[in-house]
C-alpha cells in the first residue's frame, strides 16, 4: 500500500508458503501484482516478473490512449466552440481528469478578451476553494526562458503558498498559454500527496492543451475583432445611406417649395400609399419602402422649370411630352444608387394604368409592378383633393368615386379597395 501511495512504478511479488486462495486474494487486495509459492524455482520468478512488466507496458499503453482520446475530444470541442469561458472550462476539466492534481490553476492575464474580467482564474481539484496561491510571475519569469516547468518535492514550494498548504508539494507542473509574440494566460498543476505524482506525459499533455486553449482564444479575439469591425462598418454604412437618402428626399421637396400648389403633396402620398400597403398586408419592410417610394415618386421632375409645372392654363403637345419624362428621370436620378434600386418600380411606374393606357411603358395589369400601381391610386387621389393653379380642390367623397368609377381601368381594383376600406376606417380623411 504505501508503495502505491508513493507512486513508484514497480512490478510487487508476494511469495509464501501458505498457497491457498485466501493468500492470492489478499495479496492482490494490498497491491500485489502475483505472487509465488515457496520453494520455486528461478524460472518461475522470471515468468512472474514478465507477467508483471507486460502487465505494467498495457497499462502505459491504456493510459496514453486515453490521453490521446481526451486531446482529441477537447480539439474537436474548440474547433467547434467560439464562446472563450466555454473552452476555458473544457481545458481546466480535461487537465483535471488527466493528472488528478489536487490543485488546478487556470489564468487568464488582464486584456485577454471582453467575456472576461482583467485577471480571470478558473480553479478546480479537491483543493480548488482553498486559499492556495501561485506565484505568476516567478512561474511567468521561469517561462520566458523555458517552454514549460516540471519540478518535484520543495522545488514546487517556490510557486504556490498560503495558509492552507498544509503539507510539502509533491509535483508542481505549469504550462504557458502562448499565441506568436506573448503570452495570454498560464495553465498550472499541483499534487500534495505521493500517490500523485507528475510526469513528462502529464507536462506534454498540458502544454499540448495550453497551445490549443491559447490558439482557440485568440482566434476568438481576432473574431470578436472582425466582428466589432463589421458593426461600426455597418453602422458607418447605415448613417451614410440615411443622409444620401435625406439628400435626395432633400431635392425632392425643394421641387415643391416653388410651387404653392403642390406643396407638401409627395409627404401626402407617402402617407396614403403606406395606408394602402398596410391595409394589403405587405411586410412591415415592404410598407416602409413603398412610404419613402411615395416620397420620391416626382423626383423627376427636378429637371422640369417651376414655370411649366405651374402654368395655369392647358399643357401643349411639347409641354405634356416634356412632363411624361418625369418618370424617366426620377428613374436616372435613382439607378445609380444601388441602396435605393428597389424603389424605382414606385418612381417610375405610378403613371401606368390598369388597361395598358399609361406611361411611359403602357404596362398594363399585374404588368405593373405593385408599388407603382399603389402610388398611383395614392397621387390621383392627392391631386384631386388639393388646390392646384387650373382648378379648386375637389371634395373627398367625389374623389373617393372618382377611384372607383375607375377602378379596373386606370387603376388595380385590389389597390382601390384597399383604398376605399382605410377610408371606411377612418385612416384617409378630409
Known amino acids: ?229 463589421n458593426r461600426e462598418l455597418l453602422e458607418a454604412n447605415r448613417q451614410l445611406q440615411e443622409n444620401f437618402q435625406q439628400s435626395i428626399l432633400g431635392f425632392a421637396r425643394a421641387i415643391e417649395q416653388n410651387d404653392p400648389y403642390t406643396r407638401g403633396h409627395s409627404d401626402r402620398v407617402a402617407q396614403y400609399s403606406r395606408i394602402i400597403a398596410a391595409e394589403l398586408a405587405l411586410d412591415a419592410s415592404i410598407v416602409e419602402d413603398i412610404f419613402f417610394a411615395g416620397q420620391l415618386h416626382d423626383i423627376g421632375k427636378i429637371g422640369i422649370s417651376s414655370q411649366k409645372l405651374n402654368k395655369a392654363g392647358k399643357l401643349n403637345a411639347p409641354e405634356i411630352r416634356m412632363f411624361r419624362r418625369h418618370p424617366e428621370m426620377g428613374k436616372q436620378i435613382l439607378e445609380p444608387i444601388p441602396f435605393m434600386r428597389h424603389l424605382i418600380s414606385g418612381v417610375y411606374c405610378h403613371h401606368e394604368r390598369y388597361d395598358g393606357q399609361g406611361y411611359p411603358q403602357g404596362l398594363c395589369g399585374e404588368e405593373i409592378p405593385l408599388m407603382g400601381r399603389i402610388i398611383a391610386v395614392a397621387d390621383t387621389y392627392d391631386a384631386m383633393t388639393s388646390d392646384r393653379s387650373y382648378r379648386k380642390a375637389l371634395p373627398m367623397q367625389v374623389a373617393v368615386e372618382e377611384l372607383r368609377a375607375n377602378s379596373g381601368t386606370q387603376f388595380d381594383p385590389m389597390v382601390v379597395q384597399s383604398f376605399l376600406a382605410a377610408v371606411a376606417k377612418g385612416q384617409i380623411h378630409e
Not at 160 to 187: E, Q, W, Y
Request: hydrophobic letters at 40%; charged letters at 20%.
Open 1 to 229: 500500500t504505501e508503495i502505491n501511495n508513493r507512486g513508484y512504478q514497480l512490478v510487487k511479488v508476494i511469495m509464501t508458503g501458505y498457497g491457498t486462495i485466501e493468500t492470492a486474494v489478499q495479496a492482490m487486495k494490498v497491491g500485489a501484482d502475483d505472487y509465488i509459492l515457496k520453494p520455486f524455482k528461478m524460472e518461475e520468478v522470471l515468468s512472474v516478473l514478465d507477467r508483471g512488466f507486460d502487465r505494467q507496458r498495457l497499462m502505459r499503453e491504456n493510459i496514453t490512449l486515453r490521453e490521446t482520446v481526451n486531446l482529441y475530444r477537447i480539439a474537436e470541442t474548440i474547433a467547434h466552440e467560439s464562446d472563450s469561458q466555454r473552452i476555458l472550462q473544457e481545458i481546466a476539466e480535461a487537465s483535471w481528469q488527466e493528472t488528478q492534481a489536487d490543485y488546478l490553476y487556470l489564468s487568464i492575464f488582464p486584456t485577454r478578451a471582453p467575456q472576461w474580467d482583467p485577471g480571470s482564474v478558473l480553479r478546480t481539484g479537491p483543493l480548488a476553494g482553498s486559499s492556495l496561491t501561485i506565484d505568476e510571475q516567478a512561474i511567468i519569469d521561469l517561462l520566458t526562458r523555458e517552454p514549460s516547468l516540471l519540478v518535484q518535492g520543495v522545488e514546487g514550494q517556490t510557486f504556490i503558498g498560503g495558509p492552507d498548504l498544509s503539507g510539502p508539494t509533491v509535483s508542481f507542473c505549469a504550462v504557458p498559454l502562448m499565441v506568436p509574440g506573448r503570452m495570454l494566460g498560464l495553465l498550472a498543476a499541483a499534487s500534495f500527496t505521493r500517490r500523485t505524482i507528475f510526469t513528462e506525459g502529464h507536462r506534454k499533455f498540458l502544454h499540448i492543451l495550453a497551445t490549443k486553449a491559447a490558439a482557440a482564444l485568440e482566434n476568438t479575439r481576432l473574431v470578436e475583432q472582425l466582428q466589432g469591425a
